[in-house]
């Protein structure tokens, strides 16, 4: 087209986009959805008109930068973040804006949509805002991807749906449904320690410290069930050492050094203790065989306990847990070694 002619071709465009028939501007848009050679006012106003109209735009036009999709979302209704989460490929900053003001139905979209590029933040937006829908919460769960700090926040929404369950609490009974939901999140979050990445520790005790679940009695399962990188990183945390320092002070520091390390941490005097010596037989455990039989490693606890002398009452406390994940160890030995019959006898 001439100069003059391409001139008067975008004028037309854009005053079709005034058209009162719908049928007009579908027309419009269909046309130029694939298009790069279009007014950016035509497209940007097409993308915003309503839900037919605006689908071939927001999908297709290359002319849609991340910007304008970010916008689209924040100014846009319902079905605008859903064409926006179908749309393929799909950047960081647009995934962001959805995670932080789409609903649970456009947010299902996104995370169908493999082209999406997901942050960790994003993912954890969308846990904490939708977590309880359960479209969200299983294609979330889906993910290889998924960080354990959000697994947390999924498990959370969790209990708390089992929880407000009628048929449950009428059967066990509030207290008691309050009860073993806090054991089964303390248990879940425990295995979650134990399989998190190097990487992941620090955002998973960073989401537990929010929780308020970062507690004494948790470290201690933690330290007990022999995930020494969580309790590494969440003596980081706690105390704002270098990860290193920490580190070194935990596999090689003599009795006091892992004592004040502990104490600085927030693990009072009257605790510390316990922590030192669990710290210590873990340390010596390590060094002696690769292959560690956690409850040797707990009864050995509870025997050097013994010997330390008067412990207050927190300090009795934190070994009533070491007593109970012994327990819990003896009896899953003793269903690995009926298994093991049961499989030669067959």
Not at 199 to 220: I, K, N, W, Y
Request: proline share 4%; net charge negative; glycine share 6%.
């Amino acid at each position: 087209m001439a100069p003059d002619e391409r001139s008067a071709a975008r004028i037309a465009m854009t005053w079709l986009l005034d058209d009162p028939s719908p049928q007009v501007r579908l027309a419009l848009s269909e046309a130029l959805a694939e298009s790069d050679d279009v007014p950016k006012v035509v497209v940007v106003s097409l993308a915003e008109d309503q839900v037919d109209i605006a689908a071939p735009m927001i999908l297709h036009s290359p002319l849609l930068d991340e910007a304008d999709l970010v916008d689209l979302v924040g100014r846009g209704a319902a079905h605008t973040h859903a064409l926006v989460a179908a749309r393929r490929p799909l950047g960081c900053g647009a995934v962001a804006a959805l995670a932080e003001v789409g609903g649970p139905g456009a947010l299902a979209l996104l995370l169908e949509n493999d082209a999406a590029r997901f942050t960790r933040l994003s993912l954890r937006r969308i846990a904490e805002r939708h977590g309880d829908d359960t479209a969200v919460r299983g294609r979330l769960l889906d993910r290889e991807d998924l960080p354990a700090d959000v697994r947390h926040i999924l498990m959370q929404h969790v209990a708390s749906a089992l929880c407000s369950l009628p048929l449950v609490e009428a059967a066990i009974g509030t207290d008691r449904v309050e009860r073993i939901a806090g054991e089964a999140q303390a248990s879940a979050a425990i295995t979650l320690a134990g399989s998190a990445r190097a990487e992941e520790c620090h955002m998973l005790v960073d989401q537990l410290r929010r929780s308020g679940r970062l507690t004494p009695a948790f470290l201690m399962q933690a330290l007990c069930s022999g995930h020494t990188d969580f309790f590494a990183a969440a003596m980081n945390t706690l105390t704002g050492l270098e990860e290193r320092r920490v580190r070194a002070i935990l596999a090689t520091g003599r009795f006091h050094a892992v004592r004040a390390l502990l104490e600085s941490a927030g693990l009072g005097r009257a605790i510390s203790m316990v922590f030192v010596e669990a710290v210590l037989l873990w340390r010596e455990a390590e060094q002696a065989a690769p292959m560690i039989a956690v409850g040797d490693v707990l009864q050995r606890l509870l025997d050097r306990a013994r010997k330390i002398g008067p412990l207050s009452d927190q300090a009795l406390e934190l070994l009533e847990i070491v007593a109970k994940l012994h327990r819990q160890e003896q009896r899953r030995r003793a269903r690995e070694y009926a298994a093991g019959l049961a499989l030669a006898a067959a």
